[in-house]
């Protein structure tokens, strides 16, 4: 019914800059939130930031400063822009949504396969 498809992943530099791109498609009604997590190989998948439908931001202290979310909801996309990348941002990036679909007027989070983002020189 939903899917989200993220995109923009790769390798990067240290100190780099990446966009990444999430788009949902599908029977949708209505998205609430968004946001991106990341999976470092080894650990648990942690908490990037949020954005809510009226924009407002939140994110984890450990991107904060280097990270912005944004979205524009006539296309059902978020985006994260990370800037200066350390080799600890290498991770899977995930995003996911509440959406509410024509079928189900109830919100529902829904989840991106992720993409891969490595930072090394």
């Known amino acids: 019914q939903v899917q989200l498809v993220e995109s923009g992943g790769g390798l990067v530099q240290p100190g780099g800059s990446l966009r990444l791109s999430c788009a949902a498609s599908g029977s949708i009604f209505s998205i609430n939130a968004m946001g991106w997590y990341r999976q470092a190989p080894g650990k648990e998948r942690e908490l990037v930031g949020t954005?809510?439908?009226?924009?407002?931001?939140t994110y984890a202290d450990s991107v904060k400063g280097r990270v912005t979310i944004s979205r524009d909801n006539a296309k059902n996309t978020v985006y994260l822009r990370m800037d200066s990348l350390k080799p600890e941002d290498t991770a899977v990036y995930y995003c996911?949504?509440?959406?509410?679909?024509?079928?189900?007027?109830?919100?529902?989070?829904?989840w991106g396969q992720g993409t891969q983002v490595t930072v090394s020189s």
């Open positions: 954005i809510t439908s009226g924009g407002s931001t």
């Open positions: 996911n949504a509440a959406v509410a679909t024509y079928y189900n007027g109830l919100y529902s989070w829904y």
